[in-house]
């Protein structure tokens, strides 16, 4: 910690925590003042996650001490860390999907009146609440069908209706869009300077050197530099990250074949979104971009078969694909990667190797068990092939963020798909990962898979491929090429806005052009 000692202020001296032998954080000094914004970077595994729950009491520290506005401060629990104005806003979407916006937003402080509860407070509340971050959303609708984006900006409204006086942000903007993640960076700004101290955690370095204060990097448990200039280079921030010089860049991907693989024909779903048309062809990565409730997500799960469609085909290979269930998808050859690892994609409980196998049981074993032998070949197959750092035999739920990925795709990969869909391939993990993960997409699409990557980062979207298919309401705006796909260009296109006053771009005729 730089400075004089903070009267006001959330201060942590000398912090450290074990985990059964192993010492996560390592006597680390940190501070947020009120009316301030402090970014917190570091890899997987540095120790941000740790610090936040023991500024939030979710664990107790091991050594060290804290004070809260000059008096000292050790809450018992994360509800004695709310009642003392301290609120942490995780990554993992907490929310109960059979509940209402506003019954999330106030659940376990329900507003009673008469012994009943005050829906008409609790509602106008809720709305208020919402109004401040600039969402549209009825807050009497079941959270059930709602986008992670929206799911994450009632998070949001959650912590902002306690009317806290320190909030620590866990990558709020890892299911955003570009227009979604500028209403919570204002809405961070709007605290800040109606006093609230604010702690701002992302992987996303340009949105940190854009809203905070000052920046402070941990890596392996221990503080290692801090900066209060916002005009500091990104090389700068990743090298303290991991600790070398570390260069970051896209390159071109290679070109792809022209065999069409995927066809998708006037696929629509009532309500949802309507006449998507493109083409796949072997080897090629077709990005899909788009603002959070453009549709995207919606039009890749009816592909897979999560959802059946109201009109349209899907065809695979020339041959119409049967889009009762995933399973179908499955046996046809199309894969898709959740953007909800945790909740969708893995069992955290079970080993790594097991979360491998768990779409294939049948086809690997004729009894319907899989044996340890088995097991064991094929997380170290996986291992070597995606470079998968852990023990494959712990929970999946022990590793970090990027190896958790790794795993997810790598349990869709043990039977060779024709198509593989991968809905927000790099949320929530770290710079090094992220690296990793494009490189295992590039692979993919080089020994002939067609890949279709869903991405809120228009940077990771346009990086990774061949051409960029733009969503906007539920409509498809247009399929750009390679070399047509600029920021600006994307945005136009995928703005409300600004496409209601620029004709959409025409898909690309023949699926082998631009490519």
Not at 182 to 194: A, K
């Amino acid at each position: 910690m730089s400075g004089q000692p903070i009267a006001d202020g959330l201060v942590c001296t000398g912090l450290a925590k074990t985990y059964s032998g192993v010492t996560v954080l390592k006597g680390v000094d940190f501070a947020v003042r009120p009316g301030s914004v402090v970014g917190l970077i570091g890899e997987n595994g540095a120790g941000k996650s740790t610090l936040s729950s023991l500024i939030t009491g979710v664990v107790k520290p091991d050594g060290g001490s804290m004070t809260l506005d000059g008096r000292s401060y050790a809450p018992t629990g994360p509800s004695d860390a709310l009642g003392q104005g301290v609120v942490l806003i995780h990554q993992e979407i907490r929310l109960l999907p059979e509940l209402t916006v506003a019954e999330n937003i106030f659940l376990g402080r329900l507003p009673i009146r008469g012994g009943r509860i005050d829906r008409d407070r609790m509602n106008r509340e809720a709305a208020d609440a919402l109004t401040t971050l600039g969402v549209d959303l009825d807050p009497r609708r079941p959270v059930r069908g709602l986008s992670m984006g929206q799911q994450q900006e009632i998070e949001i409204a959650k912590a902002i209706s306690r009317r806290p006086r320190y909030i620590i942000f866990d990558e709020p903007s890892a299911s955003l869009g570009q227009s979604e993640t500028e209403h919570v960076l204002d809405r961070i700004r709007f605290l800040r300077d109606n006093g609230v101290g604010l702690v701002y955690i992302s992987h996303r370095l340009d949105e940190v050197r854009e809203v905070a204060d000052e920046i402070v990097c941990l890596r392996d448990g221990e503080r290692v530099a801090a900066w209060q200039d916002r005009g500091v280079p990104n090389e700068e921030l990743v090298n303290a990250m991991v600790g070398r010089e570390f260069t970051f860049q896209h390159v071109d991907p290679k070109p792809s074949g022209t065999r069409t693989v995927l066809e998708v024909r006037g696929l629509g779903r009532r309500g949802v979104f309507a006449d998507i048309d493109f083409t796949v062809a072997e080897g090629e990565v077709l990005g899909m971009a788009g603002l959070v409730g453009a549709g995207r997500t919606e039009v890749v799960r009816v592909i897979a078969g999560v959802d059946r469609p109201d009109e349209g085909q899907v065809i695979v290979d020339g041959r119409p694909l049967d889009n009762s269930s995933p399973r179908s998808a499955i046996r046809a050859g199309v894969v898709m990667v959740p953007e909800d690892r945790k909740g969708q994609g893995l069992n955290l409980d079970r080993s790594a190797a097991a979360n491998l196998t768990l779409p294939w049981e049948r086809q690997l074993t004729d009894k319907g068990l899989v044996t340890e032998k088995t097991l064991r070949r094929i997380g170290e197959e996986q291992r070597e092939r995606l470079d998968i750092r852990g023990n494959m035999s712990l929970p999946v739920g022990s590793m970090s963020g990027g190896n958790q990925q790794k795993v997810l795709i790598g349990k869709w990969l043990i039977k060779d798909p024709k198509v593989l869909i991968v809905d927000e391939p790099t949320r929530g993990v770290d710079v090094g990962a992220k690296m990793a993960i494009y490189e295992i997409i590039r692979s993919l699409a080089e020994s002939g898979i067609a890949v279709v990557v869903v991405s809120s980062e228009l940077e990771e979207v346009l990086g990774l491929a061949h051409r960029v298919l733009v969503m906007s309401e539920g409509c498809q705006r247009g399929v750009l090429t390679r070399d047509e796909a600029t920021p600006q260009r994307v945005m136009a296109l995928a703005v409300p806005a600004d496409a209601a006053a620029a004709p959409p771009a025409a898909p690309t005729s023949d699926p082998a052009e631009g490519r």
